[in-house]
Every structure is written in C-alpha cells, then in structure tokens.
C-alpha cells in the first residue's frame, strides 16, 4: 500500500505539503492539490479511517427524487442503509452535480473524502464520471447503468428482459397481436435494454416485430402527438411505454383522442412508480421492488470493497396487473 513518504517524493515535495492537501489546507494551492490527488491515484494510495466512525461509503443521487417517502429513491436508500449501518458502514448521501465531476475524476473525490466505495443512482450517458468508470480504481455499483471490462464496477437493477416477456406474454394472452412501443432516448443504458428486450420478446412471442413498431423520441409531445397515432393507425391495439412517467401521459393523450384505456387501447408501464396505481385507469406496470434493489447494491458493493468480482446483479421482474390493460377490442 503506497505512503504518504511515496507521493511525496514522487512529486519532489514534502510528506507535510502532501498531508495537507489531501485534508483540504487552505494554504496549498489547487495546482498542488491536483497534483496530490492525482498522483495519490495512481499509487493506489488508500486513507484508513477510524474503526470506530464506521467504515465510510456513499451514494451519489443525480436525476432522481429521494428525499420523501413517495420519492422512487427512497426506498433504495433505505434498503441500502438497513444492511450497511448494522455491518459497520457509514454511508453519505451525496448530491452529484456536473460541476463536482468537471472539477475532478471520480477518484480523486473518494481520495479526498475518504470514502471507500460508491452508490450511483440516476447517473446519465453524459455525465463526465461514467466514462471514467472504465478504468476507475474505486469501487463502484451503479443503479441502471453498465459498464464493460472495469472489476471493480457492478450493476444493479430489474431484469429488463424477464420484464418485457412478462408484459408481452401478458399482452398476447389477452388477444393483442400488434404492440407498440414508445420510449424515451435510447441513449439512456437501461431505456436501450427494455426497447432491446420488447423486441426480443415480440419475436419469442410469434407476434410482430417491425421495428416501425416503436417510436423514440426526448420530447413527449412528440411521442404522443406523432408517434402514437402512427402506431395506432398501424393497428396497435396495446402501447408499452419504456417507464411510468410516459405511460401515464399516453392514457390522457388517449382520452383527448377520444379513446378508452383499456377498452379501446391497453396502455402498460414500467418501473411502478408511486404514482402508478393513482391515475386514471390505474397502471399495469412492471414493479421494481426498490428496498431489495437497495440492500443488492449494498451486497454487490460489499463484495467489491472484499475484491469478488462481481459484474451484474439483477432483480426477478413482477407484473403489476390494473386496470390499465385487458382483453384486445374486436
């Protein structure tokens, strides 16, 4: 394990200067203090905290409401903390901002802090630390993302494909042989998978699988003022949306157009949201049990601060049946 004594003569500075800018010294300047940082990292140097404070980790929240008990975060959380505070761990809830990862790598943050390993949830594909992922030496769990080839970066979450074919298969049972598709950009890792994974299970299904079947787009009046209709002048008798959020503005989107949920169009989400089972029909959905996803990514991260390796970690899918969907109108 790399010294203070080894930063400091790699860098032709004193064992004091580098103490101090790695506790933060208001008398060092922010080129040094980089520097430190930087080739801290790279000597894999780690900062043993005191037994008795706990054993310091934390979850970076980024897009993602969590603060209340309604919040889709909060349970994450709170599954998390049931299993990490009784072992030992003190994990921060943490705030990500764009700014934090321009100011410096990811591991240069957990150097600083002192924090040993890391939760993120609600990160997106252009946030400037998840390309860092990639070679980072910090342990890392990730809540609905991927990376590839790093040992030290897990993945949790829903099985997005057992999701899909529950939906379809449910679908297909109630008479419905031509399925829409409306998502979100498909940039985003796990709205990539699920649009992936409906088209699997069309095709396991023996149903339809055009991909003209389906429509992407970032803004929601576009998927409901054109590719909504398009999908159901081509006769989609169910519209699956890649989350809740969507689902719920095609029902009401729906009703302008003059048609009933489910009696004209079944419409099904994904995720269970909360707001799920309030609107109106309530929502046929895909349900991610989030206190169990909560305590996984504490148990994925755990192995990584112990060195197993672990790579991906998913969740059994459940389909939620409401009111949203029934039998395809004759």
Known sequence: ????????????????????????????????????????????????????????????????AYRQAEDFGYEIIMGF???AEPLGFRPDVIDLTPQMQREMSYDQYMLLHGYRAALFMGLTHVDPWLKGFETCRTPVVLYDNHVVGNPVVAHVGVDNDEGMRLIVTHLKALGHRKIGYLSTPLGNYVYKQRYRSFFRALYENGLPSSRTLAGTSPYTAECLNKHLPRLLSQGCTAIVCCNDLLASSVMMHCAELGLRVPADVSVIGFDDIPMSRYVTPPLTTIRQNRLEIGKSAFYALSSLINEVRISTHL????????????????
């Open 315 to 330: 969740l059994h899918a459940e389909l939620v049946e409401r009111s949203s969907s029934a039998q395809a109108k004759k």
């Open 1 to 64: 394990m790399a010294k203070l004594d080894d930063i400091a003569r790699d860098l032709g500075i004193s064992k004091g200067t580098v103490s101090k800018a790695l506790n933060g010294a208001d008398d060092i300047s922010e080129a040094t203090r980089k520097a430190v940082l930087q080739k801290a990292v790279e000597l894999g140097y780690t900062r043993v905290s005191k037994a008795s404070a706990g054993i310091p980790i934390c979850i970076f929240v980024e897009n993602m």
């Open 81 to 83: 903390r049931q299993i």
